[in-house]
T-cell receptor, first 113, second 112 residues
Framework: EAGVVQSPRYKIIEKKQPVAFWCNPISGHNTLYWYRQNLGQGPELLIRYENEEAVDDSQLPKDRFSAERLKGVDSTLKIQPAELGDSAVYLC???????????FGPGTRLTVL | QKEVEQNSGPLSVPEGAIASLNCTYSDRGSQSFFWYRQYSGKSPELIMFIYSNGDKEDGRFTAQLNKASQYVSLLIRDSQPSDSATYLCAVRTSGGSYIPTFGRGTSLIVHP
């Protein structure tokens, strides 16, 4: 069974440019999470989806970050414009339901120059 | 503000020894506790979870929970060099929120 798929794995952009990350969860997993992990820190939740509905997005910087999960399957996280402080690993995770084990994707390492 | 505290380490132990990793949390309403292992450059993977006070054993791993002291620990017996990684503690409260709060992780080095 395929795990959580993320692309791209690495992205280098200049500040003020837009960037998008894509995530395809494990088949059948209704809950999808986007996390940001800074170096030497634990993951920090940005947004959680139950199917296509965003149910926890209080940590998402809405002035520059947006996310969507239109058909309740794959999801896109966008940053526009990117800032130097956005450099981090962006992790996607999925679970069958909100209270089940989360499975993480390999992450996208973003470097903003 | 819900906080999960871990010593960043590194914790260095010899091969075959017991590694003890500790985590404290601030929210008394916390109900679920998780330990993830994260190898350098990789994503976290769940190795244990515990909900009730006491010990839970799985192979070489034992999770210990003391809700009165707001303390959860992970013991790794017969540590192997392949156990060298960062161990993340995550805590989740009840009340319908499934947002886990992660600690910063403890780096474990098992040397031959």
């Amino acid at each position: 069974e395929a795990g959580v798929v993320q692309s791209p794995r690495y992205k280098i952009i200049e500040k003020k440019q837009p960037v998008a990350f894509w995530c395809n969860p494990i088949s059948g997993h209704n809950t999808l999470y986007w996390y940001r992990q800074n170096l030497g820190q634990g993951p920090e939740l940005l947004i959680r989806y139950e199917n296509e509905e965003a149910v926890d997005d209080s940590q998402l910087p809405k002035d520059r970050f947006s996310a969507e999960r239109l058909k309740g399957v794959d999801s896109t996280l966008k940053i526009q414009p990117a800032e130097l402080g956005d450099s981090a690993v962006y992790l996607c995770a999925s679970s069958l339901a909100g209270d089940n084990e989360q499975f993480f994707g390999p992450g996208t390492r973003l470097t903003v120059l | 503000q819900k906080e999960v505290e871990q010593n960043s380490g590194p914790l260095s132990v010899p091969e075959g020894a017991i590694a003890s990793l500790n985590c404290t949390y601030s929210d008394r309403g916390s109900q679920s506790f998780f330990w993830y292992r994260q190898y350098s450059g990789k994503s976290p993977e769940l190795i244990m979870f515990i909900y009730s006070n006491g010990d839970k054993e799985d192979g070489r791993f034992t999770a210990q929970l003391n809700k009165a002291s707001q303390y959860v620990s992970l013991l790794i017996r017969d540590s192997q060099p392949s156990d060298s990684a960062t161990y993340l503690c995550a805590v989740r409260t009840s009340g319908g929120s499934y947002i886990p709060t992660f600690g910063r992780g403890t780096s474990l080095i098992v040397h031959p």
